[in-house]
Nanobody, 125 residues
């Protein structure tokens, strides 16, 4: 099982920047990808972007050109650098991991999923 802990959220003015961190821990066979999503009250959680174990990234249209996901393997930490923040970026941001817990699950193609507890980002003047 992977445990994920997000940090770095807070209050920032429009046009400002924040860098979120997601620290992972736990003994598993392999990780497929890590991702960031966000959710506002009354709305469904939406994907912000993902990064694979090979370093390939994918972003939602709302994040392209402004957000960057990176992965520090040595620190078991994934980051979400957010620039040019807008009031509509206000949300709780969640980190997630898709992984194979064991070699048996890998052989079976059985992917497990874990989510962090979320960190609040508020963009307001």
């Amino acid at each position: 099982q992977v445990q994920l802990v997000e940090s770095g959220g807070g209050l920032v003015q429009p046009g400002g920047s924040l860098k979120l961190s997601c620290a992972s821990s736990g003994s598993i066979f392999s990780i497929l990808l890590m991702g960031w999503s966000r959710q506002t009250p009354g709305k469904q959680r939406e994907l912000v972007g993902t990064i694979t174990s090979g370093g390939s990234t994918n972003y939602a249209d709302s994040a392209k050109g402004r957000f960057t996901i990176s992965w520090d393997n040595a620190k078991n930490t994934v980051y979400l650098q957010m620039n040019g923040l807008r009031p509509e970026d206000t949300a709780v941001y969640y980190c997630n991991a898709d992984y194979f817990p064991t070699s048996r699950s890998y052989s079976a193609g059985s992917v497990a999923h874990s989510w962090g507890q979320g960190t609040q980002v508020t963009v307001s003047s």
